[in-house]
C-alpha cells in the first residue's frame, strides 16, 4: 500500500472505534481464557508495558511496520517476535512516553521521529503478569534503524500490503509455560511465525485498517 494512501487515512483511523477484544480473541490462544480466570487476583497488581505499532515509508514509499525478534534468554518471551516496547519504568510519565522511549531504545528511531495516532486495547499477557498498551504511530520518513545488540536479536519489517493478506493465517504447534504441544492462531510474516499478544495486537490493527482502507 502506498504510504500517501496510508496517510490520508489517518483522521478516520484516529476517530474510528476501536474492533477491541473481539478482534484481538481470533488469535488469541486456545488455553487464554483459562489462563486469565486462573490470574484473576494476580491480575489487580499487574506490571505496565508500552509497545508501538511503528508505521512507515520504504524507499519505494510503500507502507511498512516494524516488529523485533528478542533474543534466546532464561525468561518467558526468549526469541518471540514482539513490538518494539517494554516495561514502564519511573521516568516516564505515561505508557505512551513508554512505547516511545522504548522504541528508540531498541530499534534507534528517534523520538521526536514518531507521531502517536492512536492508542489500541490493552492486552493481559498471563506468563509474565504484565498488561501491555499498543500504540499505533507513524514516521513520515524513512526511519535509520540500529538496533541494541542486548535485546534484539533483529529488526523485521513487513510490507502492509502482505500482512493484509489472508495467506499470512496459519496455526503453529508450540510449546509453553503451561502446556507443551498445543496449537495457536498465527500470522507467518516474512517467515516469521507470530503469535500469542503480538498476533492479538495486530489482529485489531488488521481489523481497523482494513476497515478504513
Do not use: C
Not at 138 to 149: A, G
Amino acid at each position: 500500500m502506498n504510504f500517501d494512501t496510508f496517510l490520508s487515512a489517518i483522521s478516520k483511523i484516529k476517530s474510528a472505534p476501536l474492533p477491541s477484544e473481539a478482534s484481538q480473541f481470533k488469535m488469541a490462544p486456545p488455553f487464554r481464557k483459562q489462563l486469565i480466570q486462573q490470574q484473576k487476583t494476580a491480575i489487580k497488581n499487574a506490571k505496565k508495558a508500552g509497545v508501538l505499532a511503528l508505521f512507515y515509508p520504504n524507499s519505494n514509499n510503500e507502507t511498512h511496520f516494524v516488529l523485533i525478534l528478542r533474543k534466546t534468554y532464561k525468561g518467558v518471551h526468549s526469541a518471540q517476535i514482539a513490538f518494539p516496547g517494554g516495561k514502564l519504568e519511573e521516568q516516564d510519565n505515561s505508557l505512551k512516553e513508554t512505547a516511545l522511549r522504548e522504541t528508540f531504545e531498541e530499534i534507534g528511531v528517534p523520538i521526536n521521529q514518531i507521531e502517536i495516532i492512536k492508542q489500541l486495547t490493552k492486552v493481559y499477557i498471563p506468563p509474565s503478569n504484565f498488561h501491555v498498551q499498543p500504540f499505533v504511530g507513524i514516521s513520515k520518513q524513512i526511519p535509520n534503524f540500529i538496533k541494541q545488540n542486548d535485546e534484539v536479536e533483529a529488526i523485521i519489517e513487513i510490507p502492509l500490503q502482505h500482512f493484509f493478506n489472508d495467506s499470512t493465517l496459519t496455526t503453529q504447534t508450540v510449546s509453553t509455560s503451561y502446556s507443551t504441544d498445543v496449537e495457536v492462531p498465527a500470522y507467518k510474516l516474512n517467515d516469521y511465525v507470530v503469535w500469542g499478544a503480538t498476533a492479538m495486537m495486530l489482529s485489531e490493527i488488521k481489523d481497523l485498517l482494513k476497515r478504513l482502507m
